[in-house]
Structures are given as C-alpha cells and as structure tokens.
C-alpha cells in the first residue's frame, strides 16, 4: 500500500501535487486516508506524530521517502 501510494505522484516538487495524488490513490484503492497517511508517518518519522504527510514527502523527496519506506518494510 505504501511503495504504490508514493509511485502515484508525479511531481515531488509540488505539495499540492503530492496531495492531489495522494488523495486519488486513496479514493480509487477504497483506502480510508487516515490508515494511509498514518502509516506512511510511522514509515517516514518513526512516530505517529508529527509534520504533515505532504510536506514530509515533499521535504524527503522521492528517493528518501521510498528508501524510507523500503526500510520500514523490511524491518517489521
């Protein structure tokens, strides 16, 4: 659900754009955005607190948030 999610934006440059795709994988998965945005913050930040999602992807970049994410994945 999450390496799908960040393949799904185009434009890691725009926040807004961030947001619009995230959103539209979300309402085209059936995927409620909370347990999204919820994981990916568990996955990005270690925690479930913290800086917004999109800004977060977009202060990572694509390479940094998948290789995060990646991590996440292989260690639970």
Known sequence: MLVP???SINNFNSIEDINYCLHNF???KNIKIGKLF???RCAL???SGGIGINEL???L?????????????NKN
């Not at 970049?61 to 994945?73: P, S, V, Y």
Request: glycine share 8%; hydrophobic share 45%; aromatic share 8%.
């Open 5 to 7: 999610a960040i393949d």
């Open 26 to 28: 979300v309402e085209t």
């Open 38 to 40: 919820s994981a990916m």
């Open 45 to 47: 930040l270690g925690k």
């Open 57 to 59: 992807i977009f202060i």
């Open 61 to 73: 970049g694509k390479d940094e948030t998948k290789d995060r994410i990646d991590a996440f994945l």
